[in-house]
């Protein structure tokens, strides 16, 4: 069978629940992943270790969504960085650890 999972957005509670409780994968299926696998959510961190070791054991295709995209073209300047801090990209920083990342923090009008 093939499974298609999208918006993680760094949930990764649901994620594994979902894929070890509800899809379950045997042999031979498939696990397409739509991408937007941080931002927003507790723990983008996680959601990338266990898609990572997934992908050891299972048939797994990872698309790029577009906060992936954004978080690869926030190391272009300044207004992209902005761009994506100002879309929950603060969260993705912190699961990893980051939390001085200088002038450009969101701030209480973004």
Known sequence: MRFAIGDIHAC????????????????????????????????????????????????????RGNHEEMMLDAAKGPQEFRHWITNNGDTTLINFGISNYGIYRKTPCD
């Open 12 to 63: 990764y509670k649901s994620l594994k629940s979902m894929v070890q409780e509800k899809i379950r994968p045997m042999k031979g299926d498939q696990l397409i992943f739509l991408g937007d696998y941080i931002d927003r959510g507790p723990d983008g961190k996680a959601v990338l270790d266990y898609l990572i070791e997934l992908g050891e054991t299972s048939d797994c295709h990872f698309l």
